[in-house]
């Protein structure tokens, strides 16, 4: 658009452009949970030479989850996951979060006799599901992923997942996605004692009570993401730079 035309648009545009220096005016974005006419703290400044040099020197730490096993067949749909009428429910409330938390797999049929979560519980038992083909497919809601970590899990193994729930389950960082080589499901039972160790290449699912071991694909680029949780640039080296996200808050003061 030519600069008449952003002119007759807007009278100050000349101004602007002869006075390059002026600061611009303040601004308040109702987002926001800070007084925009604050200075922040200015961000250290890193290369990115030295990021990747680090990245080399410190060897990946190797993330460990323990605990029973509670396993399902093929195409968990997101109506068994979390039934449409829970979906009133504000994860972003911490009350409302935990009870989502109490009806995770609560539209399973009656065939599964174990309840994921006990009535009258908050929590499971269970921090590690195993399932079949088709994971989490259905209905986009991020609630399904959710209601899975306010349960307590921390991981799922399947044999594939439906591509909708395996994003929102990064992107919530909620439970971790993981893709198992063979078929567990049908080697595993709800109740027996099972580890996930993740690393890079290296990841695996040990049966403790059968004695028998299934190596999973990595999760890749996604792993920190999900560790990320809320805070999307929390896996940033140098902790000692400010939060994007503040610990207990939902929301980042920064705007740009």
């Known amino acids: 658009m030519a600069a008449s035309s952003l002119q007759s648009l807007n009278p100050t545009f000349s101004q602007t452009l002869a006075s390059p220096n ?51 067949g093929d195409n968990i749909d997101t109506d068994q996951i979390i039934p449409a009428e829970f979906l009133t429910l504000v994860p972003s409330n911490p009350d409302e979060y935990e009870k989502l938390g109490s009806y995770a797999l609560i539209g399973l049929p009656a065939s599964y006799k174990d309840r994921f979560v006990q009535p009258g519980e908050m929590k499971t038992k269970y921090s590690i599901i195993i399932g079949g083909e088709n994971f989490g497919c259905g209905s986009s809601r991020e609630h399904a992923p959710v209601c899975l970590g306010a349960a307590g899990a921390k991981a799922v193994v399947a044999q594939s997942y439906a591509r909708i729930f395996f994003r929102n389950s990064v992107a919530t960082g909620e439970v971790y996605p993981l893709d198992s080589e063979v078929r567990v499901c049908d080697e595993c039972k709800t109740g027996d004692v099972a580890t996930v160790e993740l690393r890079e290449g290296d990841s695996v699912l040990i049966n403790h009570t059968t004695g028998k071991e299934y190596k999973l694909k990595p999760i890749g680029d996604a792993g920190p993401v999900i560790d990320a949780g809320s805070d999307p640039l929390s896996c940033l080296p140098n902790s000692q730079n400010p939060r994007f996200v503040e610990p207990g808050e939902i929301i980042s003061k920064y705007s740009i």
């Open 22 to 72: 002026t600061s611009p005016p303040s601004f308040r974005s109702p987002f926001l949970r800070f007084n925009s006419s604050s200075t922040p703290k200015p961000l250290s400044t890193r290369s990115s030479s030295s990021l990747i040099a680090r990245s080399a020197a410190e060897p990946q730490e190797r993330k460990t989850f323990h605990g029973l096993c509670y396993v399902v």
